[in-house]
T-cell receptor, first 113, second 110 residues
Framework: NAGVTQTPKFQVLKTGQSMTLQCAQD?????MYWYRQDPGMGLRLIYY???????DKGEVPNGYNVSRLNKREFSLRLESAAPSQTSVYFC????????????FGEGSRLTVL | KQEVTQIPAALSVPEGENLVLNCSFT??????LQWFRQDPGKGLTSLLL?????REQTSGRLNASLDKSSGRSTLYIAASQPGDSATYLC?????????FGKGTRLHILP
């Protein structure tokens, strides 16, 4: 019962470095999401993909790019990391927005020095 | 834009008490609403999904109600236990831009 799997779980970067967070789901879900969670700010949507081949901006997309590689995988890329991107990142998926129970991964904790 | 408010922000109660967590939202044109719990350092775990056509949904000691027209949902926890200590979040679902409340941090005192 893998569900939603995120890698890596922890990462430390220096300012200006790039990295990609990987997310994969094995539930045949159409929609996938990337959130960040910061103390006092709650969960904020970065990008989402309503179906394979589509991606859209959420509330806080600046500084990020995404790729929906196939139906299972949705990656989040930081091209030039900044300290403000220090956060916990969560990937989530569901069948579709009008039916959907949302399932989350365990999170990826990113620190940018 | 949907705004979601959860009251109270934090709550401490003795073990065994029944309690109610509140969630209000500004845009009532939702398809469903989901309640989650989050343990420290962990991801979100789905507790209940209540469809817009439903008034209530139950799972064990948990009962969620939804009053879509007034933009409110409550999560009732019966006979609370120390293991219920966590942060509880609600997410009303209108479209793909799911907006979460900031949660209620619950502490059950043994």
């Amino acid at each position: 019962n893998a569900g939603v799997t995120q890698t890596p779980k922890f990462q430390v970067l220096k300012t200006g470095q790039s990295m990609t967070l990987q997310c994969a789901q094995d539930m045949n879900h159409n929609s996938m999401y990337w959130y960040r969670q910061d103390p006092g700010m709650g969960l904020r949507l970065i990008y989402y993909s309503a179906s394979e081949g589509t991606t859209d901006k959420g509330e806080v997309p600046n500084g990020y790019n995404v790729s929906r590689l196939n139906k299972r995988e949705f990656s989040l890329r930081l091209e030039s990391a900044a300290p403000s991107q220090t956060s916990v990142y969560f990937c989530a998926s569901r069948t579709s927005f009008y039916t959907g129970e949302l399932f989350f991964g365990e999170g990826s904790r990113l620190t940018v020095l | 834009k949907q705004e979601v408010t959860q009251i109270p922000a934090a709550l401490s109660v003795p073990e065994g008490e029944n309690l109610v967590l509140n969630c209000s939202f500004t845009d009532s044109a939702i398809y469903n609403l989901q309640w989650f719990r989050q343990d420290p350092g962990k991801g979100l775990t789905s507790l209940l999904l209540i469809q817009s056509s439903q008034r209530e949904q139950t799972s064990g000691r948990l009962n969620a109600s939804l009053d879509k027209s007034s933009g409110r949902s409550t999560l009732y926890i019966a006979a609370s236990q120390p293991g219920d200590s966590a942060t509880y979040l609600c997410a009303p679902n209108r479209d793909d831009k799911i907006i979460f409340g900031k949660g209620t941090r619950l502490h059950i005192l043994p």
